[in-house]
């Protein structure tokens, strides 16, 4: 038995099939023995206050909810009681189970934000380009409301498709998301017009999917993108600010430490060109049908 296993109040996840993996802090693996106390409290209050969801709370996602808390259960209970009040509100079953986003293709050409591959450690890569955002074409092909909608529906694929995915890609359990912001382009004009979006997005990633962020890259960060940075720094905590790293035009090195060339869209500095654009190809282990170029032209 290795020393982290001796150490950890809780046993290893089922699954892993990668030799080297081990469980970072406050996760299924590697709970002190407070931790495990916590979780096991928190589940059993959810279960006799008739809250307990068995289909979605596992102990990774109430892990991810005492983790935004600093494992103090109260608050970690209120938040998560919060987001489960939210669901019904925002009505996510039935966003889940019928939301289609058709206008997809044309959306993309103003407001390019999908899913591509995975980085080094397994975690999906999120790639938003907001520099290419064209506010005026965006708001006559869709709303506010529907990109909330659909931002909402890519939350619960990555949490139920994209992270299973992984996870059984590289032999072990996979908890975040690699994300690319591209700001090449931005105007502060633009940005201001769909700031109310931006805000809710925010919101709704830090509230209701918490500790879902591994890496943030915010990358062909403009002259004066501190004004731009002003406005969005007070919408996040300071967990979540810690981990967004801001480079300039010449990203390409950095990115390439952490996202195979093969799998880092062409126009990023990488090799891969998927057939109809990475942008629209849902390429990753989550889609045995994607179509891509493989570093090929």
Known sequence: MSTLEQASASPMPN???????????GRVGNLTVPQQHALQTLKNQLHDEGHFVEERMDDPMLLRYLRARKFDVPKAKAMLLAAEQWRRDMKVDDIVQSFVFTEKEQVDQYYPQYYHKMDKDGRPVYIERLGKLNVPALYGITTKERLLQRLILEYERFLTDRLPACSAAVGHPVETVCTILDLKGVSLSSFYQVRDYVNEASKIGQDRYPECMGKFYIINAPWGFSAVWSL???????????????????YQ?????????????????????????????????????????????
Do not use: H, Y
């Open 15 to 25: 699954g892993i099939t990668d030799p080297n993996f081990r469980p970072m802090p």
């Open 253 to 297: 090195q950095k990115l390439l430490q952490d996202i195979r060339a093969e799998d880092l869209p062409a126009d990023l500095g990488g090799k891969c060109r998927c057939a109809g654009g990475c942008s629209l190809s849902d390429a990753g282990p989550w889609n045995p049908n994607e179509k891509t170029g493989n570093g090929v032209a």
């Open 232 to 250: 969005i720094k007070p919408w996040l905590d300071e967990v979540t600010v810690s981990k967004i790293e801001i480079l300039g035009s010449s």
